[in-house]
């Protein structure tokens, strides 16, 4: 997938393509709905299929510290897309001047000048510009006007509830993985490069692949049972997302101890899908307190996957007696 990173940076081969704009953070099955329907659209036009998203996201610059946490950070973001086959993704630098520009110009001048545009797929509640003054009525007014198609997502539904990522961010916050999941169509993870710490895990007999979580804040934070893809493969094991209060930690930390693994991960990326949760961070008096949690946080998270693999083998024997 090409990275086009900035307006100055399209170029005129970049000129006609299908687009979908948004934020996609969590990149969730609401988004994948509308992306598999960009990448189908863009195959039967023979054109490419292009996402545009913001960074900062406009909240965060509305908002600053007010707004909610993300799900996805950019990278996470690009690899999900890539994997859905988008063939380019241009990411805009979301500033003020660029909020306060006429809808008009964003549609005149971006839409159709730089990326020529000749089908466009976007939310029916989609707003834009100077005070969030365009909006899809605008946009279809526009797409008569100068010949591109048009058409708007349906949001896509579990059972009653709309997908959206602001639910997957309560369902979080509600330690509700489960749900969260359904709506992300996977379970929620936190990527990162393994970089080395103070050893303290080691020291403790619990070795740890410490990430530094490089977010404004974070969607979740406790204690985990978790899976960990790694080069080496993947592994149970348990983690901590937090600024581990117990030894003053200063920033926020991911710090995972992963079962039978003696490999070395320092400077290689780790993927941490979080699956059960066990217990909200807290603070101990000492290293000895912090260890029996530690060895207690081990047993804990054995057994859910020890359960989770005795109620999968039951469903398989189950739909196996069936089909029979």
Do not use: W
Not at 210 to 231: E, S
Not at 298 to 322: M, S
């Amino acid at each position: 997938m090409e990275l086009i990173r900035g307006l100055h940076n399209i170029q005129p081969r970049h000129r006609g393509c299908v687009l979908t704009i948004g934020n996609f953070d969590g990149v969730h099955l609401g988004h994948q709905a509308v992306l598999h329907k960009v990448v189908a659209i863009a195959k039967q036009m023979q054109l490419p299929s292009c996402v545009m998203l913001f960074e900062p996201q406009p909240l965060e610059l509305f908002a600053g510290t007010a707004a909610p946490a993300r799900l996805t950070r950019f990278r996470e973001k690009y690899n999900a897309l890539a994997q859905l086959g988008i063939d380019r993704l241009l990411c805009v630098n979301f500033t003020p001047a660029f909020a306060a520009q006429a809808p008009q110009q964003f549609i005149q001048q971006l839409l159709l000048k730089q990326l020529g545009v000749e089908h466009l797929i976007v939310g029916d509640d989609f707003r834009f510009g100077s005070n969030r003054s365009g909006n899809f009525e605008l946009l279809a007014l526009a797409s008569e006007q100068y010949q591109f198609s048009l058409c708007s997502t349906s949001s896509l539904v579990l059972g009653q509830q709309r997908i959206s990522s602001t639910l997957i961010r309560q369902a979080l916050a509600d330690d509700n993985l489960t749900l969260a999941a359904d709506m992300l169509g996977r379970p929620f993870a936190l990527t990162g490069r393994v970089r080395h710490g103070r050893k303290l895990g080691r020291d403790l007999g619990f070795p740890t692949a410490n990430v530094f979580l490089y977010r404004r804040k974070l969607p979740v934070a406790g204690v985990y049972a978790i899976t960990a893809n790694t080069v080496f493969g993947s592994y149970y094991g348990v983690a901590n997302i937090g600024n581990r209060p117990t030894v003053q930690g200063q920033r926020q930390q991911l710090e995972a101890h992963l079962f039978d693994f003696k490999g070395d991960l320092y400077g290689s990326q780790i993927e941490v899908l979080l699956q059960h949760k066990l217990r909200n961070e807290q603070r101990f008096d000492g290293l000895a307190a912090l260890q029996h949690q530690i060895a207690a946080d081990v047993t804990a998270a054995k057994a859910f996957f020890q359960r989770a693999a005795l109620t999968q083998a039951h469903a398989t024997t189950d739909k196996t007696e069936h089909n029979g």
